[in-house]
């Protein structure tokens, strides 16, 4: 079974731009994650989608950060414009539901912004 | 309030000896608990986790943990520690609210495994 795959897994970006990831879940799986790892500390939830709703956006900075779930599959997170705080690790990850205790991390997206 | 304590940032060890990575957490509901390893540029990679029933509980890579409800810990523990085992160790609890599951992680805990 494939994993949550995620790309660019390396981006750097000058403050003021925009950049855009991509995440694709576990085939089947129904809810997706959007977290942000700064570095030295723990990842912090940024959006959860169930589908192709969100369910959860609370500590999206929603000024600058969008994300999407169109068709119910694959996600996009956008950043526009970037701020140097921005830099980070920012991962994906899925389950089956929204109720599935276990969430599986795909290798994430390290951004550098200068 | 809710929150997961990681206290150790970072924790040296040599070879083959045994390690404890400590977690603490405070919540006034029930919780699911959980630990991630990552590997320098990767992804989070599941351990181990306590959903219900014994409180000890057995991971991947002779890691094990065990739930102790009185001191809200779930502290990590190997008896023998390999070079490979070097990562950084995240402790991640579910805070049982009745809504959506949502992971809340520790700070981690950096292992260093040297010979």
């Known amino acids: 079974e494939a994993g949550v795959a995620q790309s660019p897994r390396y981006k750097i970006i000058e403050k003021r731009q925009s950049v855009a990831f991509w995440c694709n879940p576990i085939s089947g799986h129904a809810t997706l994650y959007w977290y942000q790892q700064i570095l030295g500390q723990g990842p912090k939830l940024l959006i959860q989608f169930q589908n192709n709703g969100v369910v959860d956006d609370s500590q999206l900075p929603k000024d600058r950060f969008s994300a999407e779930r169109l068709k119910g599959v694959d996600s996009t997170l956008k950043i526009q414009p970037a701020k140097l705080e921005d830099s980070a690790v920012y991962l994906c990850?899925?389950?089956?539901?929204?109720?599935?205790?276990?969430?599986?991390f795909g290798p994430g997206t390290r951004l550098t912004v200068l | 309030a809710q929150s997961v304590t990681q206290l150790d940032s970072q924790v040296p060890v040599f070879e083959e000896a045994p390690v404890e990575l400590r977690c603490n957490y405070s919540?006034?509901?029930?919780?699911?608990l959980f630990w991630y390893v990552q590997y320098p540029n990767q992804g989070l990679q599941l351990l181990l986790k306590?959903?219900?029933?014994?409180?000890l509980v057995k991971g991947i890579n002779g890691f094990e943990a065990e739930f102790n409800k009185s001191q809200t810990s779930f502290h990590l523990r190997k008896p023998s520690v390999h070079i490979s085992d070097t990562a950084e160790y995240f402790c991640?609890?579910?805070?049982?609210?009745?809504?959506?599951?949502?992971?809340?992680f520790g700070t981690g805990t950096r292992l260093q495994v040297t010979l």
């Open positions: 306590y959903l219900s029933g014994s409180t």
């Open positions: 919540s006034s509901v029930s919780v699911y």
């Open positions: 990850a899925s389950t089956p539901s929204s109720v599935a205790l276990t969430q599986y």
């Open positions: 991640a609890v579910i805070f049982n609210t009745g809504t959506a599951s949502k992971l809340t």
